[in-house]
């Protein structure tokens, strides 16, 4: 048989769904699984947005612009503009997904075989877009220590080569939700000016800032040419299922560029875009009733995390992830433990280990994500599930190390 | 600012799209313009699938898995099967339109600078997507005087080298409308055998052919390790917008590989894939009513067409372009000289000049694609237009020439 093509072999699985069968395994034993290891929120996808897309009174389902409907890119001038971002519509390409912004980011900005620097822990499925363009992620690694800010200047120019084209940046960030303050973008920005490369700037979590305000990468002054934003309507209306995303740059040379990928593959799907549309007309207070309900189980399950002995989980400043570093040596094993021969009163948690989003090898082998999308009630549960397991775990480090790790 | 990437600026604009501006002049000058030249159906969209995205109980608009939901593969099977094609729902990838099927397939099967070997003229946008794998397009030409049949065993073996990994076929094809018989589908058979290749098979028009039926690569013996069927049901319900295809083979690695870079890009579009799950429902006859009405217009055109004093245009077996050879010199400025300098009682045409489907240089200069997307009455305008065009057309070719290409 014809060979299977090497990137293809180089491919990463997603490490989040890599336990999967783990968890259908328990749940046909009849335990109740607790999903704290994806980011598909719970929050009802706005019913307004909804009824946009089922009352549109589509006749023929067409092709949209490749660009995507203009009436949705108007509007979404007035979206970014109520966020202190000022572009025309002419600037935004509706893409399938945030995902295609990142994929046609890497395509149009980045040739085969350079380089594109990412604090790491970072978004696992970067990878898979890298893979997919032929470049080569360069991590310069963030601690949990720190709650995962920035790493230096220094830390940034030991990882430039001849062939950095790009850094990459989220912002609040998955899976570590750090805030990054206008000191640092403004650190970003010396980077990117000095060593003449683009900021690609994921910016999917926007909405969920818990403390202070977010600052985006089209607020730098002077980096027109620098930055592309990369979007998604995803976590922002509860709308992962519609692949709508957009890739916001004032480089017109990128632009055109992009909008050459997006004929190619015709455009971006036409149902989601109503939705996308109708959704920028949520009343104000939409986002502040979505971002208390979040706030209200980031504070919960920060605090039971670092009440359980050898738990340390910094603060998040905003998404809805928090990562926590446990009391054992491979949070591998103890994830597919937890699923495979665990449970307290009937239940068990699903966590994502924290190996799959670091690209250092054996790093962050004792953290994990827990994406806090779950009801305050349940989090409470799962939070108990978790405490009850950290005790009978049988390969837990002693408690001498225990203590050491929670007085971070 | 930074450096496009060299991908980026070699990625061939939309050549169905470059004629937009004029067509734009055009309407804004009061010109009305008969679109031939994109294959947007104007069949309306079923009801009934449509209703089944306006009536279901979304309360979440979750991502779905990543290789499509599996109700949706399930269905596909039994569509499959009523087409003679047998697989089970574990060989199905649901992708972004028949787009992303073909690209899932140049990543998975081919890795940068091998080639793949396509019968020119082609559909213009595999370009784009070799380009993104890094691909290389090899065409073996195929003559509009035998009707765009498959070029010979020999020049396809002139063709292979060392690094060509697969053979792609457009079946009925887009742009020719070329139904391949049963006996080229062996030919390719052997070649692939011979040289341990993929054949990628885009039968994305499946249900519209007119002479004969329709044969599915999936249906050649023994090449259940060679065959990758790239689908969409686009053109199949007049769905375009919905960005619904799929990858189906039963080669295990490739499926598992793909899935892989399905996972990456998380899942395809939620509110299309219960469309086309309940257009699997339509009635049995539902095929047969469209294919009658695109059969009378296919009728009409080729008939209207070589009547026309110097064209020609071979009848097509299936989907619904038709490629012709025209009196002029160069298409391309003729298709632009309809759209800027020309009008007949108010109305112009709008054609797609077929030299961008063709990869080798100077081909087809003279030829173009129409769709027969329009009901018959609008055919008949547009042939009447386009016939005084010709008349009209201060570069046309002189009426000896005329006759010669006339007696094909």
């Not at 328990?26 to 897309?53: C, M, W, Y």
């Amino acid at each position: 048989m014809p060979d299977i093509s090497k990137r293809g072999q180089i491919m990463p699985a997603s490490p989040i769904r890599k336990l999967v069968p783990f968890a259908e395994a328990a749940k046909k034993r009849g335990t109740r699984v607790f999903h704290l290891n994806i980011g598909q929120p719970d929050i009802e996808t706005p019913k307004s947005a909804l009824d946009a897309v089922r009352n549109f009174p589509f006749k023929v389902l067409e092709y949209s612009h490749s660009g995507g409907n203009e009436s949705y890119r108007r509007k979404l001038v007035k979206y970014y503009s109520s966020k202190g971002i000022d572009i025309n519509y002419h600037q935004i390409i509706i893409t399938t997904g945030g995902s295609e912004a990142i994929l046609f980011a890497f395509l149009g900005c980045m040739d085969a075989g350079d380089e594109v620097i990412i604090p790491e822990p970072f978004y696992a499925n970067y990878n898979g877009f890298a893979v997919e363009a032929g470049v080569q992620v360069v991590p310069v690694t963030s601690y949990i220590d720190s709650g995962f800010a920035l790493p230096s200047p220094e830390d940034f120019e030991k990882a430039i080569t001849k062939k950095t084209r790009a850094i990459m940046i989220c912002n609040p960030n998955n899976p570590t939700g750090y805030l990054y303050s206008r000191a640092e973008w403004d650190t970003l920005r010396q980077l990117a000016k000095k060593y003449n490369l683009y900021l690609f700037s994921d910016e999917a979590y926007r909405e969920f800032c818990y403390e202070g305000t977010h600052f985006s990468a089209m607020q730098l002054e002077g980096m027109d040419e620098n930055v592309i934003l990369l979007d998604t309507i995803s976590k922002r209306y509860s709308a992962c299922g519609g692949r709508i995303g957009a890739l916001v740059t004032r480089n017109q040379a990128v632009h055109d560029t992009v909008m050459k990928f997006a004929q190619a593959r015709l455009s971006p799907p036409s149902f989601s875009q109503i939705l996308g549309e109708a959704a920028v007309d949520l009343p104000e207070d939409y986002f502040n009733t979505t971002r208390e309900e979040y706030r209200k189980r980031r504070d919960l399950l920060v605090r039971r995390l670092n009440e359980m002995s050898g738990v340390f989980c910094p603060n998040p400043g905003g998404a809805f992830y928090a990562m926590a570093s446990l009391p054992v040596t491979d949070a591998d094993v103890f994830c597919q433990w937890l699923l495979e021969s665990f449970s307290y009163q009937g239940s068990t948690v699903m966590l994502a280990p924290a190996s799959g989003f670091y690209s250092t090898p054996e790093s962050g082998l004792n953290e994990v994500r827990l994406a806090y999308v779950l009801h305050c009630d349940a989090i409470e549960v799962a939070m108990d599930v978790l405490q009850a397991a950290l005790i009978e775990y049988p390969d837990r480090i002693p408690s001498k190390n225990k203590i050491e790790l929670s007085t971070h």
